[in-house]
């Protein structure tokens, strides 16, 4: 979680090394996947041949196999796209646009995906279901880092958290440590009231 752009591009940086810190990130990932937040993509260019592009990136060759074909369609029924599969990119919703690009991570192989704001342009019904579909990737062996804002559903899906304070100095907690009133006026210079459930809990500002 950053407070603001900056922020963001301090935290990537800790996170694949660039920056040393007090805190210890080990780095043992072999592949890393990283979706900005606001992806380029080539126009007139379809869903289908767009997600086929990961599989040229470190290859020579005229065609995907048909192993990889069925990848791709695996992925698109997962996210609830494959009806979309033939469809140019550039006439998707944006929350599609989204949903598409992290089905490129998910297919890449990756064994650390870094998104930025992975569930923007989404309402909050396919927030959730991108939430989810990342946080059950730690089950079979895949990290994703993710930057997001809203405290609540990253404290609802998220594990371990690190944030940057104004004066960049870096908070690393579990769930149960960083989510304090201190640790987020630190993070965001705003007041916050920690509000826990019978289920879950959650984050809201004080005005």
Do not use: R
């Amino acid at each position: 979680m950053g407070s603001n752009g900056t922020g963001k591009s301090t935290l990537l940086k800790i996170i694949t090394g660039n920056i040393k810190t007090d805190i210890q990130i080990e780095n043992s990932f072999k592949n890393i996947f990283y979706l900005p937040q606001n992806p380029y993509y080539p126009s007139s260019i379809t869903t289908f041949d767009y997600l086929s592009s990961i599989f040229f990136k470190n290859n020579w060759k005229w065609f995907i196999s048909n192993e990889e074909k069925e990848k791709i369609n695996n992925i698109l029924m997962k996210i609830g796209l494959y009806d979309k599969k033939n469809i140019s990119i550039e006439n998707l919703s944006g929350g599609e646009i989204q949903k598409i690009n992290i089905a490129l991570g998910l297919i890449s192989d990756a064994d650390i995906l870094l998104l930025d704001e992975p569930a923007s342009n989404m309402d909050l019904n396919n927030q959730v279901n991108i939430l989810k579909l990342l946080k059950n990737l730690t089950y079979n062996n895949i990290t994703s880092v993710i930057i997001m804002h809203d405290l609540s559903l990253a404290l609802k899906y998220g594990d371990n958290f690190i944030g940057i304070t104004k004066e960049n100095k870096i908070i690393q907690k579990d769930s149960q440590e960083f989510f304090s009133m201190e640790n987020l006026k630190k993070i965001f210079n705003m007041d916050f009231e920690i509000i826990k459930g019978q289920n879950n809990t959650y984050v809201q500002i004080i005005d």
